[in-house]
C-alpha cells in the first residue's frame, strides 16, 4: 500500500498530518476517526490561513483521506466531503499557471547565437543542451534528471533515450523520448549538442547519468539544478523571470 504513492507525493502528505494532527490535539477529537465537521473545519482552516486554491486543499484531502476513517466510512467516500470540495473547487477553479507564453524565438535565437557546440566551455555546453532538450521535446525539467546514457541510441541522425523510472506524468516505466538531428543549423541540432557533451564528459564521468554538475567533482544533478540553468538561459534570452519559469518551456514548446 505504502509504494503506490510516489517518496515526494508522502513529503508532501506530512506537512498536512502534522497540521491535522495539532489541529486534533488542540480540538480533543480522534486523529483517526473523528466526525466529518472537524474534517472540513480543518480543510476549511487551511484554506484561510495559507489561502490554498483547490489543488493544495485537494492535495491535504488526499492525504487525510489515507488514514481517516468517518463514521465508519472511509474519507474518500465521504459525501459530505465531496461537496464541500465542489465548493471549493467553484470558488478557486484550477486556470492555468500562465495566461500567455514568450514566444519559442526569443530562446532559439539566443540558442543560435552561442555558436556550434565544439565551441562551447563545459558549462554553456551544458547549459545549452539541456535548454535544447527541452524546447524540443516539450519535456518535464524533471525528465532530464532521469536522462541516462545507458539507456540511450545515439546516432547521427538520432538520439532516444528510454527512461526506466517512473515519472510523474507516466503510469509505467519504459517512457522513450527522441530527438532527431538538424543538419540545417547545428548550432540548434540537439543531437549534434548531445554527442559533444558526451565525448567532453567521459574523462571524468563516473555516473550513468546524462547530466552532471559542470563543476568539481562532476556529480550527477537534480532538477532543481537544471532548473537553475534553465531560468540562467531564459534570462539571457530576455525572457522575464518575474513572471516565467524553467516549466515555461514546456507551454512554449508545446504551443
Known sequence: MLQAKSAKTYQQYSTYWSRWEKYCQDQNYD????PIGPVVNFLQNCRDEFELGYSAVNTARSALSMVITCEGVPLSQNEDLATFMKGVKNQSPHLPKYSAIW??????????????PETLNLKDLTIKLAALLLISSGQRVQTLEHLSIDNLFLSPDLAQFTILTKLKHTKTRGTEVSFKSFPQNRNLCAVSH??????????????????????????PVVSQSISRWIRTMLAAAGI?????????????STA
Do not use: C, E, W
Open 31 to 34: 486523529a483517526l476517526k473523528p
Open 103 to 116: 514566444d519559442a524565438d526569443m530562446l532559439l535565437d539566443h540558442l543560435n547565437s552561442l555558436g556550434a
Open 194 to 219: 548531445l554527442s559533444q557533451y558526451i565525448k567532453i564528459t567521459q574523462p571524468f564521468r563516473q555516473s550513468s547519468k546524462l547530466f552532471l554538475s559542470y563543476q568539481k567533482p562532476h556529480n
Open 240 to 252: 522575464d523571470l518575474a513572471i516565467f519559469g524553467a516549466h515555461s518551456v514546456r507551454a512554449s
